[in-house]
Every structure is written in structure tokens, then in C-alpha cells.
Nanobody, 123 residues
Framework: EVQLVESGGDSVPTGGSLRLSCSAS????????MGWYRQGPRAECELVSS???????DYVPSVTGRFTISRDNAKNTVALQMNSLQPEDTAVYYC?????????????????WGLGTQVTVSS
């Protein structure tokens, strides 16, 4: 059984930092692209960042320069370092695993998802 377990969510003031972590089990981690999604108060789904099997990273423009994604294949973990947090970053953050060549569309059913961790940024 594939399991993705997120941790690290918290409530922080504007300008604060958080580090989210996702621990994966039940899948060949090094063979999957990994990503972080978020779902905000209006329930919109957004792919925040992704890292491919060969380490290429991608970010949504609103977090570029503030967030950093990284993976550790030896530990089967993927992290999201979030700096200079803003109230608009408030959301539930989800870890996801995608087979290379698949889709990062939120509705794509072949991806694996964690249960999410809440990030709240107060103004």
C-alpha cells in the first residue's frame, strides 16, 4: 500500500518560514516525480512545486524565490522549504507522487496523494 505522510504544517505570522516534509512508503520512490499541491480557502487546487526523478525542479511563479523543493531518495522523503510566507500561502498542502510521463492535473487519478498538512499565515 502506497502511503504519503506530510508533516510540518503550522500557524506562522507573515514573513515566517516553515519546512514541510513528506515521507513515502510502498512505492519505488526514486522512480516517481514528486510534487506539492495546495488547496486554499476557496478550495482551488494548485501545484506549487515539483521535482522530477532526475532532480529537475519547477515552481508556480507566486512562490519562486521563496520556496525550495528537495528530495532525498535514500530516505524516501521530499521537503518543501517555505520562506517569506504570506497570508495568500494559507492552504492545506498535499504531497503527491507521479509516474514520469503522467499529469500534474489535480484531477489526474493515477497520482498518489497524502492527506495534507495545514499551513496558516496570519497578517
Amino acid at each position: 500500500e502506497v502511503q504519503l505522510v506530510e508533516s510540518g504544517g503550522d500557524s506562522v505570522p507573515t514573513g515566517g518560514s516553515l519546512r514541510l516534509s513528506c515521507s513515502a512508503s510502498g512505492l519505488p520512490f526514486e522512480e516517481f516525480d514528486m510534487g506539492w499541491y495546495r488547496q486554499g480557502p476557496r478550495a482551488e487546487c494548485e501545484l506549487v512545486s515539483s521535482v522530477s526523478t532526475d532532480g529537475r525542479t519547477d515552481y508556480v511563479p507566486s512562490v519562486t524565490g521563496r520556496f525550495t523543493i528537495s528530495r532525498d531518495n535514500a530516505k524516501n522523503t521530499v521537503a518543501l522549504q517555505m520562506n517569506s510566507l504570506q497570508p495568500e500561502d494559507t492552504a492545506v498542502y498535499y504531497c503527491a507522487a507521479r509516474r514520469p510521463g503522467g499529469s500534474w492535473e489535480c484531477s489526474y487519478e493515477s497520482n498518489y496523494w497524502g492527506l495534507g498538512t495545514q499551513v496558516t499565515v496570519s497578517s
